[in-house]
């Protein structure tokens, strides 16, 4: 069988499954080399938001530009448009930014529906605020609801997997039960922390020890493999044929 054929239907099955990012507890495998530092998703977004904040235009430059299309809205749209970019962006939109995007209507009007939002959204009674912040303004929940909306982060945040772990759970599902040597016999390069990331991720476990010299441990699949890859049992996985038309 052709284990890079293996890997890539694997990978065409896994474009929609998302994992828990791996906690250092597994003990049947032990590390090999030091692990890399990771750039986070959290990291990566607030780069992005710095970079995007510093180039947003400043009220100045949208003036210099002259009105837009923007200076024909009435009242009433301009603050509809501004609440909806306001309550759509992830990130703070400054006066100038909100100019730009409502097609530069005049920064004065913009800074009067931003104060006729905030006193809409106070007044309504909803758990929701405008709030001014990094250099911008951002509709969020009001401070009693911080308990609830806390409720959020406690779920265990997602990732992909890696093409190379992808590649390594292939060799577990149509080997299994494999030691981490015949992996490496594979792949060509060293198994034991992507093995562990995949243990630690509920996606392989230790079936047992090897008939061999040295019992090295054997690995296969576990049910949140089938759960997450959409199969109801390994017999579901491309076969031989499958994989030679595709």
């Known amino acids: 069988m ?5 890997g890539a239907e694997l990978e065409d099955i896994e474009a929609t499954a998302v994992m828990e990012q791996p906690e250092d507890s597994a003990e049947e495998v032990e590390p090999e080399g030091e692990a890399q530092p990771e750039v986070t998703d959290e990291a990566a977004g607030n780069a992005g938001a710095e970079e995007a904040a510093a180039d947003a235009p400043s009220e100045e430059e949208e003036a210099d530009r002259g ?6 809205l009435t009242d009433e749209q301009l603050e509809e448009r501004a609440l909806a970019l306001l309550f759509a962006s992830p990130d703070p939109l400054s006066v100038g930014r909100l100019v730009s995007l409502l097609e530069r ?12 939002i905030g006193h809409r959204l106070q007044s309504a009674g909803l758990p929701l605020q405008l709030r001014g912040i990094r250099g911008g303004y951002m509709v969020m929940t009001i401070p009693e609801m911080g308990e609830v909306v806390g409720r959020l982060a406690r779920g265990p945040a997602i990732e992909r997997i890696s093409p ?3 590649e390594t759970l292939s060799i577990v599902a149509y080997r299994q039960p494999v030691t981490k040597a015949e992996i490496e016999a594979i792949r060509g390069v060293q198994a034991g922390p992507i ?30 493999f089938l759960d997450r ?7 579901d996985l491309p076969r031989d044929a499958e994989l030679a038309r595709d």
């Open 195 to 224: 093995l562990r990331s995949l243990v630690d991720r509920g996606l392989a476990r230790v079936t047992g020890r090897a008939d061999v010299p040295g019992h090295p441990l054997q690995y296969g699949t576990t049910k949140d």
């Open 67 to 72: 009105p837009g299309p923007g200076a024909d």
């Open 164 to 166: 190379a772990a992808l």
């Open 229 to 235: 890859f959409g199969l109801m049992g390994l017999d």
């Open 105 to 116: 209507p005049p920064a004065a009007r913009v800074r009067t529906a931003i104060e006729s």
């Open 2 to 6: 052709d284990d890079a054929l293996l």
